[in-house]
Nanobody
Framework: EVQLVESGGGSVQAGGSLRLSCAAS?????MGWFRQAPGKEREGVAT????????YYADSVKGRFTISRDNAKKTVSLQMNSLKPEDTAMYYC?????????????????WGQGTQVTVSS
């Protein structure tokens, strides 16, 4: 069953910006963005609780990326500024309903298909 729909990926030059959006259906406690580059491990980028203001950011994106939510619309967005070639990866939206935390990708059990982000130098 399709429960996550991602959009906003593309190609951009270093220093540019992209905004990723994820529309969700079903219940969830956490939603977030994760990424995986070829030959590298999957990593968390930014996650957020659906209640409260608690967020998580990977050290590599702090100060550049901002995650936000709209609970009424059940969407989560990732504003990516000052993009670097190192940010090039497949980006995945994910959600989880039953969890005690939002920061680890291992927590998530429902994933989108992914959207490619390519940053050229």
């Amino acid at each position: 069953e399709v429960q996550l729909v991602e959009s906003g990926g593309g190609s951009v030059q270093a220093g540019g910006s992209l905004r990723l959006s994820c529309a969700a259906s079903g219940l969830f406690t956490c939603m977030g963005w994760f990424r995986q580059a070829p030959g590298k491990e999957r990593e968390g980028v930014a996650t957020i609780y659906t209640t409260g203001d608690t967020t998580y950011y990977a050290d590599s994106v702090k100060g550049r990326f901002t995650i936000s939510r709209d609970n009424a619309k059940k969407t989560v967005s990732l504003q990516m500024n000052s993009l670097k070639p190192e940010d090039t990866a497949m980006y995945y939206c994910a959600k989880v309903r039953y969890t005690f935390g939002c920061s680890s990708w291992r927590t998530y059990d429902n994933w989108g298909q992914g959207t490619q982000v390519t940053v050229s130098s």
